[in-house]
């Protein structure tokens, strides 16, 4: 789930910063939150789980191990999980729940720098993570609270996460033979 975002080729990031909080922490998964800041401004934030599939598989898997403070992220990365378990095989990956930047900042190259930066980053932040994964799917802002695009028509509906995994795309990110897309952070061993 991500907001949409149109961004140029612009030169941003020197100007952004990313900064991590883990709020959940298991030896199966990390549930983080990251604020993005461009020129000391909060423009935005990636919400995120970090999966050891290799530890969700040994054992035996269970729902349970997915458990999350949020059902509804729960549930989205159990259909995840059972969509892809048989390609992840071993690998750690970084699955983003939410990719949201405040309107006036999008259009920038914000976006699209963000997840240009985003390899090197978690190498130096989270080495053990392989792969990022998403889901592409408008968020608004309505209320002071951010959420999934609801209140459009399908085809508008449809607009839009076509704009947006264009979007995805042109950042380096892949199709998978689901509706998720990924980009490997580093090769497989």
């Known amino acids: 789930m991500e907001s949409e975002d149109a961004d140029s080729d612009t030169d941003t990031d020197k100007l952004i910063g990313l900064s991590e909080k883990v709020y959940s922490w298991s030896p199966d998964k990390q549930e983080l939150s990251i604020t993005i800041t461009y020129e000391n401004q909060r423009v935005g934030y990636l919400n995120a ?9 040994s054992g035996g898997f269970r729902d349970d191990k997915l458990k999350c403070q949020d059902k509804e992220i729960e549930e989205e990365l159990l259909t995840f999980y059972k969509s892809l378990s048989d390609v992840l095989e071993t690998r750690v990956v970084f699955y983003i729940t939410d990719f949201f930047l405040e309107k006036e900042y999008r259009g920038m190259g914000i976006g699209g720098d963000i997840l ?74």
């Open 116 to 189: 240009n930066l985003l390899p090197e980053w978690l190498d130096t932040h989270f080495p053990e993570v392989n792969d990022l994964y998403l889901f592409p799917y408008p968020l608004e802002k309505s209320n002071g609270k951010v959420e999934c695009v609801k209140n459009v028509d399908d085809k508008k509906l449809l607009e839009m996460r076509t704009k947006l995994i264009r979007f995805y795309l042109s950042h380096g990110l892949r199709k998978t033979q689901t509706q998720f897309l990924y980009r490997p952070v580093k090769p497989a061993a």
């Open 49 to 57: 789980v970090i999966m050891d599939v290799g530890s969700l598989k």
